[in-house]
Structures are given as structure tokens and as C-alpha cells.
T-cell receptor
Framework: DTAVSQTPKYLVTQMGNDKSIKCEQNLGHDTMYWYKQDSKKFLKIMFSYNNKELIINETVPNRFSPKSPDKAHLNLHINSLELGDSAVYFC??????????????FGDGTRLSIL | DQQVKQNSPSLSVQEGRISILNCDYTNSMFDYFLWYKKYPAEGPTFLISISSIKDKNEDGRFTVFLNKSAKHLSLHIVPSQPGDSAVYFCAASAEYGNKLVFGAGTILRVKS
């Protein structure tokens, strides 16, 4: 019974294409996130939504646009893909800010490869 | 600018012995620290956390120690088991906020 699920698991595409990654959580959390794990293995936050409202927006190219239709879903759309976008993208969810001992739960990642 | 550092890329330990994974941070605003464990092709899984008002938190075989003056935390696993072999990430946040800053991870290998 998957708690945070993201699709697809693998995505191979050409430079310049537009692609989307979907994320859904069934934990009843109200906050969701996107992280990027680059080639150096660092996990870096990109975006966070709380109850469909954007609350964290790190320095990310505006080719990346998150969309949250409801608090259980946070999708990531990427326009005009570039070679440097190749990475593993992780979705996560948690209860609201300020709640101690409510850690973020992660999906299994989407490995994006740009040819 | 790495605010959370895990200086040991890998660690190898014999089954049954203690594993000690270390993490240093630079941002004095961090007040909540977590350890995540990650297997290949899976997402990070929460292991244990500690808030800055404590210096130790224990959960079964896992204990996290926090030394605020040294800006250092460590994860102790005892006894280590082969199933503990994974990548361990240290993470931190400020004001119990949701923006986690991760270290680069340490690969732990437990040999049987």
C-alpha cells in the first residue's frame, strides 16, 4: 500500500521536449515537495506546496512548473528539457510546518535521462 | 555552500559491531535533525530525528546524538546487521520548518 507514489519511475527523452512527473500521497498530509538528486547525490529541495499553496520555491529555472490540483497531488512539469536536467526527482509529503516528529515521507524517485 | 556535511563517503563494519555515522552542520538556525536511510532504486526512508532541545534520542538499535556547540551529530547503530547496508543521509531544518537540507550521504556496508 504505497504511501507516496510517483510516475513514471524512468523517463528517457530528447533535449527540448516537455515532460511531466506525477506524484500522489495517501497519508493525509497537507504539504508536498519536489527534490532533485543530482550526479553528486545531493538531495536539494525545489518546491513545496501546503494545501495547494506554493510555500517554498528555490532557485529553479522557470522551465520547471509545479502544479497541485489538490493536497494529495503535486505534479512537476518541465519545459524545454536540457541535458543538465538529467537527475533523479523525488516527491515527498509531510504534515504542516511546525509539527515536530512529523518527518517527510519520500516516493521512490523518477530517473530522468535526457539524450 | 554545503550547510550539512557528511565527510565520510563510506563506512564498512562487521556484523554485530557498532556503526557510527557522522554529520556536521554550519547553520546555527537549524533546530531539527533527521537521519534517512536509502536503498538503491528506492526513496529515502525516515529513520530517527532529534530536536535541538535534546542531546540524545534512541529508537531500538538506533541512537542519535547531538552536540550543538560543535554543530555535530552522529548516528549509532548497534548491533549492526547486514540489512543495515544502505546510504544514510543526514538532514536538518530551521524553525521545525519543512525545508530540509541534506548531506551527501554515507554508504554503510555491514559485512557478515
Amino acid at each position: 500500500d504505497t504511501a507516496v507514489s510517483q510516475t513514471p519511475k524512468y523517463l528517457v527523452t530528447q533535449m527540448g521536449n516537455d515532460k511531466s512527473i506525477k506524484c500522489e500521497q495517501n497519508l493525509g498530509h497537507d504539504t508536498m515537495y519536489w527534490y532533485k538528486q543530482d550526479s553528486k547525490k545531493f538531495l536539494k529541495i525545489m518546491f513545496s506546496y501546503n494545501n495547494k499553496e506554493l510555500i517554498i520555491n528555490e532557485t529553479v529555472p522557470n522551465r520547471f512548473s509545479p502544479k497541485s490540483p489538490d493536497k494529495a497531488h503535486l505534479n512537476l512539469h518541465i519545459n524545454s528539457l536540457e541535458l543538465g536536467d538529467s537527475a533523479v526527482y523525488f516527491c515527498a509529503s509531510s504534515h504542516s510546518r511546525g509539527v515536530v516528529d512529523q518527518p517527510q515521507h519520500f516516493g521512490d524517485g523518477t530517473r530522468l535521462s535526457i539524450l | 555552500d554545503q550547510q550539512v556535511k557528511q565527510n565520510s563517503p563510506s563506512l564498512s563494519v562487521q556484523e554485530g559491531r557498532i556503526s557510527i555515522l557522522n554529520c556536521d552542520y554550519t547553520n546555527s538556525m537549524f533546530d531539527y535533525f533527521l537521519w534517512y536511510k536509502k536503498y538503491p532504486a528506492e526513496g529515502p526512508t525516515f529513520l530517527i530525528s532529534i530536536s535541538s532541545i535534546k542531546d540524545k534520542n534512541e529508537d531500538g538499535r538506533f541512537t542519535v546524538f547531538l552536540n550543538k556547540s560543535a554543530k555535530h551529530l552522529s548516528l549509532h547503530i548497534v548491533p549492526s546487521q547486514p540489512g543495515d547496508s544502505a546510504v544514510y543521509f543526514c538532514a536538518a531544518s530551521a524553525e521545525y520548518g519543512n525545508k530540509l537540507v541534506f548531506g551527501a550521504g554515507t554508504i554503510l556496508r555491514v559485512k557478515s
